[in-house]
C-alpha cells in the first residue's frame, strides 16, 4: 500500500465477534490503520442488543440477538461469495462453500457499494481501539433510538439497491413470480438478462431488522412455484427453517427435496464448554420434530433428509441447488451466508446470490460441487433418531422451545 494513493481497504466485521476475547479481529487490523490512512475498519452493532441485555449476555451468546454474516471478498473487479468466515478450521477441515467472479466489474462494484453502505452506518474502528459514529452517521446503534436507528438504516440501504441495476432486475422477477401463482420465476429471467449472456447472476440482500427482506421473498417464490419433478437440494449447517419456509415446502412446493444438514459430530459446538454443547443436540431436537410434519402429511417420498458425516470435519455449508424436470445437471444455485433459519431471515444481515445458468461446463461443476458434498451424508428415519447418541434430554427440548428464533 505505500506510494499508491489510489489504493482503498475496506474491512466489515461485525462487532460483536470481532471484539471477542483479548485477541481478536480489532486488535489484528489496529496496526494497519495506524499505519495506513487508506485503511478503514467498520463494525456492525445491531440496534437489539442494547441497554441490560447488552450487559447481562456473556460474550459468544450476545450475536444471537443480531449481527452481520455477510461474506464478500473482494479483489479489484474480482471477488468471492460464501459462506465461510476466514477464521483456521474453514481452511483445514470445515466444510463450507465458495464461488469465485473473476472480472465481473458490474457485480464486483455492487458488492464494494453494498458493504460501503453498511460501514455508513457502522461504527469506525480508530488507531487506538476506540470506535465512532462513521462520517455523517447521527444515530448511535446501542445509545441511541433504536426505531430511528433502523428506519435511517432501512433508508440507506432501500436508497442504494433502488440505485443499483444489478438488483432491480431481481426486484421485477420476484415481483412477478409474487402475482403469478405458478409463473414466472428465477429460472424463467427477463429477455433483457438472457440476452446478456448464458448465464445470469442475481443479487440478494436480507436485513430482517430493517424490514428489507428480499431474499426471503425470492426463495419464497422459487419454492412455491416449483412444480411437478422439479428437484431442489437444499443445505444448511444449522437446521432451523422458518415456519414460513417450512409450510411452503411441506404444503405448496411439488419439487423432490434433498435436505443436507450437519449430524450432532459434524456441527461445529459439538465438546464445547457450559451450554453451548448442547446447541448440536438443539438442532437434533429440531431436525426430529421437522421429520415427524414430513411424516404427518405423507410426504416422506418427496422430502428427504440427510446428515453430513465426515471424519474429523464439521458442516458449515449453505445454499440450494436446483434441478428442472428431466435435467442431470442443476440450472440455477444460491450461494451465500444465509442458513434459512430465524438468525438469517429477522436477526441478522445476510446476501447471497442467485446463478442461473444455461453453460454446460458450469452446470457441470455446480453437480460436482454438491455430489462431493452429499457423498460425505447419510439418510436421516425415524431410527436416526432412535440411537442413543440422538437422545436429546428433556431439558434441552424445553429450552430449545424457547430459544429457537435466537439460531
Not at 207 to 216: A, S
Not at 327 to 352: A, H, M
Request: one cysteine or more; charged letters at 20%; glycine letters at 6%.
Amino acid at each position: 500500500m505505500n506510494g499508491n494513493s489510489d489504493f482503498e481497504v475496506n474491512v466489515l466485521l461485525d462487532c460483536t465477534r470481532g471484539s471477542r476475547g483479548t485477541y481478536n479481529s480489532r486488535s489484528m487490523l489496529r496496526p494497519l490503520l495506524a499505519e495506513f490512512t487508506s485503511v478503514r475498519v467498520s463494525l456492525f452493532h445491531t440496534p437489539d442488543l442494547r441497554g441490560f441485555l447488552k450487559k447481562i449476555i456473556p460474550d459468544r451468546f450476545n450475536e444471537t440477538i443480531g449481527l452481520t454474516h455477510v461474506k464478500v471478498y473482494l479483489f479489484d473487479d474480482s471477488f468471492i461469495i460464501s459462506g465461510a468466515n476466514l477464521s483456521n478450521d474453514y481452511f483445514t477441515n470445515r466444510q463450507d462453500r465458495y464461488l469465485l467472479f473473476n472480472n465481473c466489474c458490474k457485480l464486483a462494484n455492487f458488492f464494494s457499494d453494498f458493504v460501503k453502505t453498511i460501514m455508513s452506518f457502522s461504527l469506525r474502528l480508530a488507531p487506538d481501539n476506540s470506535l465512532h459514529l462513521a462520517p455523517d452517521w447521527k444515530i448511535h446503534p446501542y445509545k441511541g433510538n433504536k426505531l430511528q436507528f433502523k428506519l435511517k438504516a432501512r433508508e440507506t440501504i432501500e436508497s442504494f439497491l433502488k440505485g443499483a441495476e444489478t438488483f432491480q432486475n431481481i426486484k421485477s422477477v420476484v415481483e412477478q413470480g409474487n402475482t403469478e401463482p405458478k409463473g414466472k420465476n428465477l429460472l424463467q429471467e427477463p429477455e433483457s438478462d438472457r440476452q446478456l449472456g448464458d448465464t445470469v447472476i442475481y443479487p440478494l440482500v436480507q436485513m430482517g431488522p430493517f424490514g428489507v427482506i428480499h431474499d426471503e421473498q425470492a426463495l419464497q417464490c422459487l419454492l412455491r412455484v416449483s412444480n411437478h419433478h422439479d428437484r431442489i437440494l437444499l443445505a444448511s449447517g444449522y437446521f432451523n427453517l422458518t415456519d414460513y419456509y417450512m409450510s411452503v415446502i411441506l404444503n405448496q412446493s411439488l419439487a423432490k427435496f434433498s435436505i443436507l444438514m450437519a449430524s450432532p459430530q459434524s456441527n461445529g459446538f459439538l465438546g464445547a464448554k457450559g451450554i453451548a454443547g448442547a446447541i448440536p443436540y438443539s438442532y437434533v431436537y429440531l431436525a426430529r420434530k421437522f421429520l415427524k410434519q414430513v411424516q404427518r402429511v405423507h410426504q416422506n417420498q418427496r422430502i428427504q433428509m440427510m446428515e453430513y458425516v465426515r471424519d474429523g470435519w464439521t458442516f458449515h455449508g449453505k445454499g440450494l441447488w436446483y434441478y428442472l424436470p428431466s435435467q442431470s445437471l442443476p440450472s440455477l444455485t444460491l450461494v451465500g451466508s444465509p442458513n434459512f433459519g430465524y438468525r438469517s431471515v429477522y436477526r441478522d444481515l445476510e446476501c447471497q446470490v442467485a446463478l442461473v445458468t444455461e453453460n454446460k461446463g458450469l452446470r457441470e461443476q455446480l453437480r460436482e460441487e454438491h455430489v462431493r458434498m452429499f457423498s460425505s451424508s447419510q439418510l436421516v428415519t425415524e431410527q436416526t433418531f432412535q440411537r442413543r447418541d440422538r437422545y436429546v434430554p428433556m431439558w434441552i427440548r424445553v429450552v430449545t422451545s424457547f430459544i429457537t428464533k435466537f439460531f
